[in-house]
Antibody
């Protein structure tokens, strides 16, 4: 059973950098059908995809955050990380790491490469405040 | 970006009720639609992917349908453990986007 666990500071000052790490256990980190993702949820609000990284280090970021986001991967430790610079109160949220499963489907009701988030960490609340 | 709109934003229902939640995409996303359930203080849990494929371990009272821009998640007989917030998510194009959620409450 794949498990993901976020770690990092729960409080970050405005204009500083938020840094989180996700440790993956119980499964293959370098599977070619897995992408590793960060998703956040402001208190009482919906979910926002931040981006994801492949075990090779290739990344996809949400354009709304792209200028401030950097993701990295350490396959030797089965970890991936998030850095978000110049944070403001609007970045206060529960940050989740998740596994994005990718699969090709061809049939009566599907055609193409499909993706979904099937394993999630418990989430970590990061508050931006002085 | 593809906007996902869920309706209603909340509903009240009783145990045993049949409940249908709706999700609309701002453009056609074929069947690139996933559903998640979230309980307070917990991470989302995948229920359904590729519109209608049930994730392993999810009860068969959950079903999904739709294509293009209109999708639905149906719970055939609501159980006490189903009271939660449900999110849809499109995987047709990056950035992946989620709906605002439908909160299912006890009547």
């Amino acid at each position: 059973q794949l498990q993901l666990q976020e770690s990092g500071p729960g409080l970050v000052k405005p204009s500083e950098t938020l840094s989180l790490t996700c440790t993956v256990s119980g499964g293959s980190f370098s599977n070619d059908y897995y992408y590793w993702a960060w998703i956040r949820q402001p208190p009482g609000k919906g979910l926002e995809w931040i981006g994801n990284i492949f075990h090779s280090g290739s990344t996809y970021y949400n354009p709304t955050l792209k200028s401030r986001v950097t993701m990295s991967v350490d396959t030797s430790k089965s970890q991936f990380s998030l850095r978000l610079t110049s944070v403001t109160a609007a970045d206060t949220a529960v940050y989740y790491c998740a596994k994005r499963q990718s699969r090709f489907c061809s049939g009566p009701s599907c055609s193409g490469d499909y993706n979904w988030f099937d394993s999630w960490g418990q989430g970590t609340l990061v508050t931006v405040s002085s | 970006d593809i906007q996902m709109t869920q309706s209603p934003s909340s509903l009240s229902a009783s145990v045993g009720d049949r409940v249908t939640l709706t999700c609309r995409a701002s453009q056609s996303i074929s069947t690139f639609l996933n559903w998640y359930q979230q309980k307070p203080g917990k991470a989302p849990r995948l229920l359904m992917y590729i519109t209608s494929t049930l994730e392993s371990g999810v009860p068969s009272r959950f079903s999904g349908s739709g294509s293009g821009t209109e999708f639905s998640l149906t719970i055939s007989s609501l159980q006490p453990e189903d009271f939660a917030t449900y999110f849809c998510q499109q995987s047709y194009s990056i950035p992946f986007t989620f709906g605002g959620g439908t909160k299912v409450e006890i009547k």
